[in-house]
């Protein structure tokens, strides 16, 4: 998985020059450039190393390199240090700060991203820390006035977390931090797919160990055969439970997707939870369910017998209409938006006539891929039979949805794509349907949708929403 490397540094040329080293490397870069607003940052993202400025207004970097090196949880990232000061006593400083490197800024080649990669390989931050950086100020921050404890708040909290696609470790850790701020569990247990034949456990503990025997007979209770086991501890171990029978609150809930089991959710406290926390267990289970098939759809290609595995990839019918059924129904429960559009290239028939099939399926390839990936995390994309492109855009509101598909069809149009040689035109229609709870199945929904791409075809626009 890629490392996380946070730069912090007033100039943007200087971000610009380590970015271009960072290039062809498995790093994502982040950068900040308010030293001020560098401790937040850590806190959100949890980098892997951190690149410092020495020279910055208001706040040098030797005083920040203190703070973090301070800091109870952020103490243990590792920090170079660079600057265009590379004189003796410059590094003793960086040194004497708490930095763990140092690099001379007018020195920036291939050196100093070997450097970079060798003090992350030398000083790996632990999943621990990443748990206790993204989760402290959640946690510590806790609050049982009773409105905090409302459904609107826990859907928003977990429509936030960005990374259902990517890092399953700092997923796992975002979806732990998100439930303990609405339910005060002792021990939680989260599994899903992270490849095709990889399963992940993750245990998250409060303020408890759990004794061998515990440990090995939650293990067996998971559905999921072989995973591999993670455990992120929060907080110093005050207690250890010898026995399962010791917590009084147990939630045990299984993902699965045309009955095979994908993943799972178990909860567990040792003392009775507040009437609140008890109402939105199920909420808690059907939004982690939902993060937990979206991962395992979008990801890993559920239903795809290529052992290649395209995030982007295009949808089978079936596997696009199991996706959009389930869909259909979560964000029913949730009266979370949905939108739903078919994409017609209604210019197909013309330049087939005028060249030959394979010109045309050539050209509705190239358009595949680019459709694929311009798609959005959440979203899904099925090509029909015919010239119809059908796009499925999970979270989008109406003004979300236009503005995805507007943005698509310029691109799609614009001449420097190079779809069509001999400077011919791609003309296109979409129509796009919002949910509504009055359709009572998504079979219903899509036959909706026909109707509304009938009225883009006789519209002047190439764009039409309801």
């Given at each position: ?10 100039s ?107 003090t ?21 921050s ?38 303990y ?12 797919k ?10 998250d ?19 999921i ?80 017998s ?49 060249y ?27 090509r029909?039979?015919d ?80």
């Amino acid at each position: 998985m890629a490392k996380k490397v946070l730069i912090i540094d007033d100039s943007l040329e200087d971000v610009n020059a380590v970015a271009s080293i960072f290039k062809n490397s498995n790093i994502e870069l982040l950068d900040c450039s308010n030293p001020f607003s560098a401790i937040d940052m850590i806190y959100k993202e949890a980098p892997d190393l951190i690149v410092l400025d020495i020279l910055m207004p208001e706040l040098g970097g030797y005083e920040l390199c203190r703070m973090i090196k301070s800091d109870e949880f952020a103490k243990d990232i590792p920090v170079v240090m660079y600057s265009k000061l590379d004189k003796n006593i410059d590094k003793f400083w960086a040194f004497r700060s708490g930095a763990n490197g140092f690099v001379n800024k007018g020195e920036l080649t291939s050196e100093f991203l070997k450097t970079i990669t060798n003090t992350m390989e030398n000083i790996p931050v632990s999943l621990e820390t990443k748990g206790k950086l993204l989760n402290s100020k959640q946690r510590s921050s806790f609050d049982d006035n009773i409105k905090n404890f409302s459904k609107e708040n826990l859907v928003r909290d977990f429509n936030s977390i960005k990374e259902v696609y990517t890092d399953a470790d700092i997923l796992a850790i975002r979806i732990f931090g998100t439930i303990y701020r609405y339910f005060k569990y002792d021990c939680a247990m989260i599994a899903f797919k992270d490849k095709e034949e990889e399963n992940i456990l993750y245990f998250d503990t409060e303020n408890l160990s759990l004794s061998r025997d515990v440990f090995n007979e939650i293990e067996k209770k998971i559905p999921i055969k072989n995973p591999i086991t993670k455990v992120i501890l929060q907080k110093e171990n005050k207690f250890t439970v010898s026995d399962l029978s010791q917590f009084c609150v147990k939630y045990e809930y299984d993902v699965s997707v045309d009955s095979n089991i994908v993943g799972c959710l178990y909860l567990y406290a040792k003392d009775n939870l507040n009437s609140m926390e008890l109402k939105l267990v199920g909420t808690i289970k059907d939004l982690v369910e939902h993060i937990i098939r979206l991962r395992y759809f979008k990801v890993y290609g559920a239903g795809n017998s290529s052992k290649e595995k395209n995030p982007k990839k295009l949808y089978t019918q079936l596997d696009f209409d199991r996706i959009l059924s389930y869909e259909c129904g979560w964000h029913k429960r949730n009266n979370a938006p949905l939108c739903l559009a078919f994409i017609e290239l209604d210019s197909l028939d013309g330049l087939e006539s005028k060249y030959d099939n394979y010109y045309v399926d050539l050209l509705l390839a190239k358009i595949s891929n680019f459709l694929s990936g311009c798609l959005s995390d959440g979203d899904f994309i099925y090509r029909n039979e015919d010239n119809i492109f059908t796009i499925l855009m999970t979270n989008s509101d109406k003004n979300l949805a236009f503005s995805k598909l507007q943005e698509l069809t310029m691109k799609i149009k614009d001449p420097n794509q190079a779809f069509i040689e001999n400077d011919e035109q791609i003309r296109l229609k979409i129509g796009a349907l919002m949910l509504d709870d009055k359709y009572k199945n998504h079979y219903e929904y899509i036959d909706s949708l026909y109707d509304v791409l009938d009225l883009a075809r006789h519209s002047k626009n190439d764009i039409v929403i309801k």
